[in-house]
Structure formats: C-alpha cells, structure tokens
C-alpha cells in the first residue's frame, strides 16, 4: 500500500536547505566550476545580418594573435558535429534543422558564423572582432505580422510561405453550434515577445577524460539526461561515455530547458582538441541567442447566449518561431499548447482551433516559464471581460456562470483532456471575497479625482503540469519521455541518498524531495540527502521543466520510498523476530507496531544488509539497501487558480501602479507552503514584466534593438505590490501523493489579471488594451487612438 507513514514533514514550512550556501555567497554556478589548468575558451563570431549569405571567412588576422589556437567555420564544425533537429511527430509541422555554425546563410542577428578557440577569454574575445567575415545581406522576414500577411521573403528553402507548423481541429457540429447564438464577441490580443533572462546567463565546461574516450561535461542546464543524449547524437559518440554535470543553476526559467549550440560546439571542439573548453555567455549573448517566447497573435471568438454561457468557442493562434524550430520542444510547443489549455477552467463544449507558427529572421523561440499559457489565459480572461462588456454583465459573474461547477468534477473537457479534481469555482468565490471584489466594483468611478482611473482584472486558469508520458505523446514530442526517476540508498551508516531525475534551477528541490522522502520512509529529514544534475549518479527521466518535478519525480520518490521500505521492513522482521507486516517505519528507526520499545534503527538494518554487523542476511535476501523506481504520471496533473488585481492609472502620464494583488491557487496536497508561495511570487512578478514592462524588440532589419539590461526593462522590487496569496487544496486523484505543478501559475495568472485590470480602468473612456507590453508610451498611444 502507498500512503504517507507518518505525515509530518509534508505541509511543513522548512527553510529551504539550499539557501545557507547561496546566502553565504558560497554557491557554486558554472563559472565557479574550476577548470583544469590547460583550458581554452571559446568566443563566438556573431552575424550582424539577420538575413545573408557567407560569401568568405577569413581567420588569419585572428589566427596570428598570441594565444589563439583555433578558428572554426561552419564547414569546420560540420565534420565534428551533425545538425540539430527536433524531431516532432505531429501532422502538419516541417522539421528543420539547424546547423552548430551556421554555414552557407545566416537567418538572425547573432546567429555564429565561427567559433575562436584561445589560451583565455579575453583573447578569444580579441580574436571574434579580427575575424573577417563577408555577406551577401538578403531581404529579411523580421515581424510576424508581415510574415503572416503572406509577402515576405522566404528565410528556409524547404518552408513555403514561411509556415513552419499547422494544425486545425473542431468539435462535431461546431459550425451549427457557433451559428445558433445572436451574440458574438471578438478580440486579437497581440503579445510583446520576451526573453527568460535568467540572472546568471548560459555557459559550459567540457573536459574530455584522460583516456580521450569520455566526456565530462558541465553545463548551465535544466535538462541534463535531455542533453547528454542530444550531445551523444550530435558527436555520434557513446551516450555511456559522456556525464553531464549541472552546478548550482541561477535561474533557469525554460530558457535553459533547451539544447544549444554553443553546448554543442563546447564538447566537440574539446574531443577534438582533447583538451577542456569553456564558454560562458555574457548577457548580451543571453538576449540574442537565448531562446525567446510569447510573440503571438491569438484570435479568440465565442458564441454567447443572452445570459453569458460561452456556447461555441473559435481559437487562432499565430507564433514566431525565430529561425529555427528549438530543440528538445520544438515550435510546435507554443501553438499547440495554447490552442489546447484556452478552455481551462470553464465548461465549454463546442471548440474549433486553428494553430500556426511561422519562421522569421530572429533569435529561435521556445519555452518560458507558462509557454503558451499566459497568452491563451489572457485571450479567454480578455474575452470574459468583453462578453461582459457587451451583454452588460459583471465580469465576474459571467466567469461564474462558465467555470465548471465541483459536481461536475472528475470533467473531461472538450479535447478529452481530464481534470480528475479542482476547485475551479471555490478559488474564484474567495478571491473575489480576499480582494473585496464587490465592494471595489461599487467605489470604482465613486472617487473624484478625474486624472486617477481605478481598475480590476481577474484571471482563472488551469495549469498543465507533471505531463507523462501520453501528455508528451499527443503534442507529437515523442523524445521528452515524460516518466522521472528516484533512486534511494539506505548508506551502512543508516543516512540516506536521494537521487532524482530533477535538474533544479532555484525551485528548491534538494528541500522538498527530502520532505517526501521523509515522511513516505519513515526517515528523519535531516538523515536525507538529496542529489540532483548528474546523469552519472541520477537514473534517466525527464528534467526540470513544464511543472514536473513535484508531480513526476515527486510520485517517483513515492513508489522508490515503498519499494526500499519493503526491505527495510523484511530485514527489521528478521531481526526483531516480527513479521514484515507488523513492522513500522518512523524517524529513522523499525518498531513492531504497538512496541515502540521493540525497534532496531535504520543504522542496524543498514549495517546488516550490508554485511557489516556479523549476521548472515536471510537465505534468498540480496545484500544492500538501494531502490529505483521509475514513475509515469498521468498525461498531466491540473492545478487552478485565480488572480486579481487591482490597478490605478494616472491619466496624465498613463503609468500603471499596482495597488492590491490576490492569488488563492490549488496545486493539491502542499509539500513546502514557503516554497509553494516563493513560487507563486516569483511567477507573478514575471507575469508583471510581461504584461507592463517587457519587450525584445527588432527592428524591420531584423536588428535586436535592446539586447542589454538597460533597454530591455526588467520589473523591480520597486514595481511589485504585496501578494497575498491564499491556497485551496485539493489533492490531485490519479497522481500519487496529490501533488500538483506550481511553478508556472504566477505567470500564467498574472499577465491575464494585471492587463484585465489596465483594460477595466481605461474601458470606460473607449480604449480597447489588446497589445503587450502596456508601458507608459504604449498606454498613451492607444489612448490617443482612441481620442482621449
Ligand atoms: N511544490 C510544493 N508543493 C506542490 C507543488 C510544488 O511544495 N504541490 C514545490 C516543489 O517541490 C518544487 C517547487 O515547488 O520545489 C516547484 O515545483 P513544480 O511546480 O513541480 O516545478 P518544477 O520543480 O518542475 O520547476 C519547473 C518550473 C518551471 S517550468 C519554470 S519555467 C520555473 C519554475 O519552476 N523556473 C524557475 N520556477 C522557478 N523558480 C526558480 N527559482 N528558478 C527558475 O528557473
Ligand atoms: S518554461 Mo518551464 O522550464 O517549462
């Protein structure tokens, strides 16, 4: 039987064991990995050009420098290394792959056109800028919008129309159903795109092994077995001979969920050379080749009844996928993700979606942190909100009225997704009471200072998180394996080793598996040790990203917890002269149960299954105290929850100040209520970036015109209002131990309700808010558009 022994850790608010060392400004990143004495440092050749063809590199400028050991073009790196491709296997995506350097043709600014290998970083640096390199510019497809409207050049020979992904879908009857209503209400939200930015941007460190067949290698990733098997692929080398090693990682947000070239030109360039190399990013490399996101343009459309039911709902979603389809995810992540999670918490049962993604000339696009969810959750909140408008309804209530209802809970919605458990309507129901929703609505336009507009925005989402197996599957990502792993020891001095298949990048692994862990085996926490990042000591699974750790590596600490207790149990019989059955676990010791006097503790059980205390195990028993286990959860495990804002806009100057912010969120049964909330903070206030302050911005050139931190303005504690959160939990059925994701839902809640609230306070002077970011100068803009 799987259950928690003795609950006690679970629930609990434990400082999170990680912090003491990166307080103590002991932490130790990529950078402060030390590298063997003869290293060499790369430096990357950058395209200028967003669009062009590499008519000559020449390299003997660079080469003369002292210190420069090498110079690599892309033809050079061809021997070494093959393409990347993800493979997607879903009905209308053209895969395409992109080379380590580029080759014959640049396709964004930043693109690398050669690598320079050199004695340290600086020469290296020293060399790029003598690297002479000739182009042929060709015409550029920079903007999306341009590209849709079907008359930019092409960037890849093998994507007509630049339409690198398509896919339709409609309910039976969808047609009728949508033509039965009189009211329809329409919106085109168009997203800002943003980047990740992690505090501590990219970089790796690959040592080949003395015997110059294995690689070690050290990387700044949330996805170490993800990588080791890429890398292994690429360099057609033994997979069992690489270990990918991930330090501490500051921050990974899904940026660092993906596999780079620079990963790859690192390990090749060290086989080859069979000598270590190190590349670190700086942060104005992080902005032009760190994989980007958002940029959409979501078309929303609902047939309405007269009292605000959503009868028939029509989604389009349009994506930028940069130059290239990213790898592990691909760009079919973003458009298939959020043409599938629109209808999150509501009940709707008619549904058509059509999904694109095109190429353009800029950095690639990929996952970060919600991927497509804070674009579909502001395109059905928007929508709510418009519905309102138009039927002359309270907001709220028309959520109300479409958010499925606790009976109708387990729900299957209408792409057969299951929701086997939630509280939907209860999180609405308090967040409108925590934020003093009706009482707000009555004093709105009641102040009389005309120059202050006062606005609230609600968002109610799902979140898809700890996707299996069959989850990855129907996306077509038939390579993200979707189970995760533990491995747990009992060492002979009865302490215990957790290894899991988790990467953390921050979210505080190393505290709450060992709170899991704890209270499943009936092991004191701080007997627990937990490991992660190291595919050398980490059996296979999944990595870090898309809100799985608690779910999947989480249910894996679970089954390993029961497998190993099972012989904990069987020796303790044997010693205390008990059946197993009878035997319970609890702090670190085995009592027959009602005997707390009749125990042995795990150091004596550990001591003699490893033959270290003198008595023969029974016959049939094999030494040691080791389990794996390997957990598929279920296609996804779906938290919910609700945001509200509340907003003030000075109408002289339209700047946005956040008054109030309330979350009440359910990811089921809490295992760090620290941890839980942190998450949800950190998220929010990425969700304020996005929807007030963020944008990369190209120009028609396909020119990225703030790739540092001055221009691309991040939020600050300055900008951020208190956020009280509340929780609702209710423990996700099919998945064990109860757990649901986290990491994303403060993203995915916040963009949705901070823009809501921006569009609440200006609705009632005419302006329609339907463009991110909303600074300052794009909230004048529009409210000079509309007259004001
Ligand atoms: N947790 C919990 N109780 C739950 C659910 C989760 O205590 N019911 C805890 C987990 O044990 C874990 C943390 O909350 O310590 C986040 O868990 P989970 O939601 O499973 O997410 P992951 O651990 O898989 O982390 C990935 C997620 C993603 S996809 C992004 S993007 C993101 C995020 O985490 N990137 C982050 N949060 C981040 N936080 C930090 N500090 N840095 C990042 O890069
Ligand atoms: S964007 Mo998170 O790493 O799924």
Redesign the pocket.
């Known amino acids: 039987m799987i259950g928690s022994n003795h609950p006690g850790s679970i629930g609990k608010h434990i400082p999170r064991r990680e912090d003491k060392n990166l307080l103590q400004g002991r932490g130790r990143f990529i950078d402060d990995v030390p590298e063997p004495r003869n290293t060499l440092f790369l430096g990357f050749v950058m395209s200028p050009y967003a669009h062009a063809r590499i008519l000559e590199i020449n390299a003997s400028a660079a080469l003369e420098l002292d210190g420069v050991v090498d110079v690599l073009s892309g033809s050079d790196m061809a021997a070494l290394a093959s393409p990347i491709s993800a493979k997607i296997e879903i009905e209308g995506y053209r895969e395409n792959a992109r080379p380590v350097l580029a080759a014959d043709k640049v396709r964004f600014v930043g693109e690398h056109v050669a690598v320079v290998v050199a004695a340290d970083p600086y020469i290296a640096q020293d060399a790029v800028d003598l690297v002479e390199v000739k182009y042929d510019p060709l015409p550029v497809s920079a903007l999306l919008d341009e590209v849709v409207s079907g008359n930019a050049p092409l960037i890849h020979d093998d994507i007509p129309d630049n339409l690198i992904f398509e896919s339709r879908f409609a309910t039976d009857g969808f047609d009728e159903a949508f033509a039965s209503e009189q009211v329809v209400v329409r919106e085109t939200f168009r997203t800002g795109r943003v980047a ?1 930015v ?1 505090l501590e941007p990219r970089g790796c460190l690959a040592i080949p092994g003395q015997a110059a067949d294995t690689l070690e290698f050290y990387t700044s990733t ?1 996805i170490p077995h993800l990588v080791r098997t890429a890398l292994a692929q690429v360099l057609s080398f033994p997979e069992s001979s690489i270990r990918v090693v991930t330090p501490d ?1 500051g ?7 993906q596999f780079y070239t620079e990963e790859i030109a690192a390990a090749a360039i060290a086989l080859k050379l069979q000598r270590p190399i190190k590349w670190i990013g700086d942060r104005r490399e992080d902005l032009l080749t760190s994989i980007h996101a958002r940029d959409h343009i979501f078309t929303v459309e609902a047939a309405v009844s007269k009292d605000g039911r959503i009868n028939a709902l029509r989604s389009d979603m349009i994506t930028n996928a940069g130059a290239y389809s990213s790898y592990p995810f691909g760009c079919t992540l973003e458009p298939t993700g959020g043409v599938r999670m629109i209808v999150g918490p509501y009940d709707i049962r008619n549904y058509s979606y059509r999904a694109r993604s095109y190429v353009t000339n800029t950095c690639p696009s990929g ?4 991927v497509a969810q804070p674009t579909c959750f502001l395109a059905i909140e928007g929508l709510m909100d418009r519905i309102a408008r138009t039927l002359d309804l309270d907001p709220a209530e028309v959520r109300l009225r479409n958010v499925i209802k606790p009976e109708q809970i387990p729900y299957t919605n209408v792409l057969g997704i299951k929701y086997d458990s939630g509280s939907h309507e209860a999180c609405l129901l308090r967040a409108m009471e925590r934020a003093g929703y009706q009482e707000f609505r009555r004093t709105q336009y009641a102040e009389k200072d005309t120059d202050s507009l006062l606005g609230i925005g609600i968002c109610c989402f799902t979140e898809v ?2 996707a299996g197996s069959v989850g990855w599957r129907v996306r077509g990502l038939t390579r993200v394996p979707g189970f995760d792993t533990a491995t747990v020891k009992v060492e002979p001095s009865g302490k215990v080793t957790l290894h899991t298949s ?1 990467a ?6 190393l ?3 060992a ?2 862990l704890s209270d499943y085996l009936g092991v004191a926490f701080d007997d627990v040790v937990v490991d992660e990042g190291d595919t050398s000591s980490s059996p296979y699974g999944t990595n ?11 249910g894996a600490v679970i089954q390993a917890a029961e497998k190993i207790g099972d012989k904990i149990r069987s020796i303790a019989g044997f010693l205390l002269n008990a059946d197993p059955k009878d035997i319970e676990l609890a702090d670190s010791k085995a009592n027959v149960v009602g005997h707390t006097d009749r125990c042995v503790s795990f150091q004596d059980i550990a001591q003699t299954a490893y033959s270290m205390a003198g008595i023969a195990l029974p016959q049939g028993m094999e030494y040691g105290l080791h389990a794996t286990a390997f957990y598929d959860p279920p296609p996804a495990t779906w ?1 919910n929850g609700v945001h509200i804002a509340t907003v003030r806009i000075d109408r002289r100057t339209a700047k946005v100040q956040m008054l109030n912010y309330f979350v009440v969120h359910d ?7 620290m ?2 909330d ?2 949800v903070q ?2 929010t206030v990425q969700g304020l970036g996005e929807a007030l302050m963020e944008q990369i911005v190209y120009d028609q050139d396909g020119q990225l015109l703030n790739a540092n931190l001055l221009d691309y303005q991040l939020p600050t504690s300055m900008d951020v209002p208190d956020i009280s959160i509340d929780h609702i939990s209710t423990p996700s059925v099919d998945a064990l131990g ?8 403060g993203v995915i809640g916040a963009v949705p309700a901070i823009v809501n609230a921006v569009a609440d306070a200006l609705a009632p002077l005419g302006v329609n808010v339907n463009r991110l970011p909303l600074r300052p100068s794009d909230l004048m803009r529009a409210m000079r558009n509309a007259g004001v």
Do not use: D, L, M, W
Request: aromatic share 8%; charged share 10%.
């Open positions: 990740g992690p949330q990682v921050g990974g947000f899904g940026t660092k969920a996952a970060y942190r919600g998180s700890g988790q953390t990048a921050g979210q505080g692994h505290t709450t598996f709170q899991i870090t990203f898309a809100s799985r750790s608690a779910v999947a590596a989480g938290p990811c089921g049964t809490v295992i760090n209520p941890i839980v942190g998450q950190g998220g109860g757990f649901k994701g986290v990491g994303e839902g």
